[in-house]
Nanobody
Framework: QVQVVESGGGLVQPGGSLRLSCAATSSSIFSVDRMEWYRQAPGKQRELVASMTRGGSRNYAESVKDRFTISGGDAKNTVALQMNSLKPEDTAVYYC???????????WGQGTQVTVSS
């Protein structure tokens, strides 16, 4: 079993920045295939925001390109999401998703609230 924990959410004014962090841990050995950030706003479906694969490929939703950056953290099996030029429409609960290999399993964090408001 892998535990996924996010941190770094909060309240920020439009145009501001926030950095989210995600760490995947387990008492067993595991290998990560990809780590991704999703978000879900009230009344909307959960959507993919950014992804990073084992090989280092990165992809972003069109709505966050040039504003958000996903990167590996300093520690193994961690990922960060740097969010700049935040807009009110970025307000959502942000979830970290981890896919492991051997076996292939999917894990979700509990989510962290990001609110962009003046």
């Amino acid at each position: 079993q892998v535990q996924v924990v996010e941190s770094g959410g909060g309240l920020v004014q439009p145009g501001g920045s926030l950095r989210l962090s995600c760490a995947a841990t387990s008492s067993s050995i595991f290998s990560v295939d990809r780590m991704e950030w999703y978000r879900q706003a009230p009344g909307k479906q959960r959507e993919l925001v950014a992804s990073m694969t084992r090989g280092g490929s990165r992809n972003y939703a069109e709505s966050v390109k040039d504003r958000f950056t996903i990167s590996g953290g300093d520690a193994k099996n961690t990922v960060a999401l740097q969010m700049n030029s935040l807009k009110p429409e970025d307000t959502a609960v942000y979830y970290c998703y981890v896919r492991t290999i051997i076996p292939v399993r999917d894990y979700w964090g509990q989510g962290t609230q990001v609110t962009v408001s003046s």
